[in-house]
C-alpha cells in the first residue's frame, strides 16, 4: 500500500460557458457530477476524492449535492483554478493530486489507477494520458486523467503567470520541454479522435445515448464504451463537429470581471 495521500480533485462550476449549468444535469437518473464522483471512488490508487468548486453563489448548488455524497467539497477562485487546485490539495493535505473535470461521466477509475501507477513508477513530476491540442492523444477525450505531485502543484501555482496557466491548471507542467519531469501514458491503438466529454448540448445528448445501452452503469469500463461505439457508429454523428478547447483558450468572461470589479 502506498503511503503517500493520493486524492482526486474534480473540478466542477455551475458557469461552464458553452453548457452553463451542465455538472448537473441528469444522465440515467443522477446528476453528472455524482457519476464522476463515485466512478473516480472505485479507482484502487485513491486515498480521497474532492470536488473543488467556486465561491460563486451559483455553485451553492454544488456544494448541496456534495453535502449529500458526503464527498469532500473546497470553494476558491471562479478563474484562477490553477490557485483553486492548489488550496484545495493544501487543505486536504494531498501528496498526490490527480484532476480529473466534472464533465467526464464516462472517466475510467481502472484508467486512472494505470496513470497514478506510471506516475510512481516512473518517479515524476506529472504523468498524464493525454495533453490538450495541439498535442497527439490517444485515449478519446473524455477519459482525461493528470497526476502531479504536490510539489510540482506547488511549484506551478508560484511560477506560472500566463492566464492559460492559470484557467487550465497544469500547462506550466509541460509547454516548456524539461522543465519538469513528465510521463504520458498511451493507448497502443489511437482513439484519440472520439469526443466522450461534456462540453455543448450535442455531448450531453451523445453520453445520455451511451448510458442508455450500457448493460451494467454502476460497473463499466472505457472498453465497453468503446464496444458501443462500434456497435453503434451512429453514435459519434451526434457530437461531430464540435471543436475541443486548446489549452490556450481561456474564460473571456475573467477579464470582464475584473474590469467590473475594478
Not at 74 to 93: C, H, K, N, S
Amino acid at each position: 500500500m502506498n503511503e503517500k495521500k493520493i486524492v482526486a480533485i474534480v473540478q466542477a462550476r455551475m458557469g461552464s460557458s458553452r453548457l452553463p449549468g451542465k455538472v448537473l444535469r441528469d444522465i440515467s437518473g443522477k446528476p453528472m457530477l455524482a457519476w464522476v464522483v463515485e466512478r473516480a471512488r472505485k479507482a484502487n490508487t485513491l486515498s480521497e476524492v474532492m470536488v473543488a468548486t467556486t465561491t460563486d453563489k451559483d455553485d451553492d448548488l454544488i456544494a448541496q449535492v456534495c453535502d449529500t455524497m458526503k464527498v469532500a467539497c473546497f470553494r476558491g477562485d471562479i478563474y484562477d483554478v490553477l490557485d483553486r487546485y492548489y488550496q484545495a490539495a493544501r487543505e486536504i493535505q494531498a501528496d498526490v493530486i490527480i484532476r480529473l473535470t466534472a464533465d467526464c461521466p464516462l472517466i475510467d477509475p481502472r484508467l486512472v489507477d494505470l496513470v497514478v501507477e506510471k506516475f510512481i513508477e516512473e518517479k515524476v513530476d506529472f504523468a498524464a494520458n493525454r495533453l490538450p491540442p495541439p498535442f497527439e492523444r490517444t485515449y478519446p477525450i473524455g477519459l482525461d486523467v493528470e497526476v502531479v505531485s504536490f510539489s510540482a502543484l506547488e511549484r506551478t501555482w508560484r511560477e506560472a503567470t500566463e492566464k492559460h496557466e492559470r484557467e487550465h491548471v497544469l500547462p506550466y507542467l509541460y509547454d516548456v520541454p524539461d522543465r519538469f519531469h513528465i510521463y504520458i501514458v498511451n493507448n497502443e491503438i489511437n482513439y484519440g479522435s472520439y469526443r466522450w466529454t461534456v462540453d455543448t448540448e450535442p455531448d450531453l445528448q451523445f453520453v445520455r445515448a451511451v448510458f442508455a445501452l450500457l448493460p451494467d452503469r454502476e460497473r463499466f469500463s472505457w472498453t465497453d464504451v468503446l464496444k458501443i461505439i462500434k456497435d453503434h457508429p451512429d453514435l459519434t454523428a451526434i457530437n461531430a463537429g464540435i471543436s475541443h478547447k486548446t489549452y490556450m483558450d481561456v474564460d473571456s468572461r475573467a477579464e470582464k470581471d475584473s474590469l467590473k470589479d475594478g
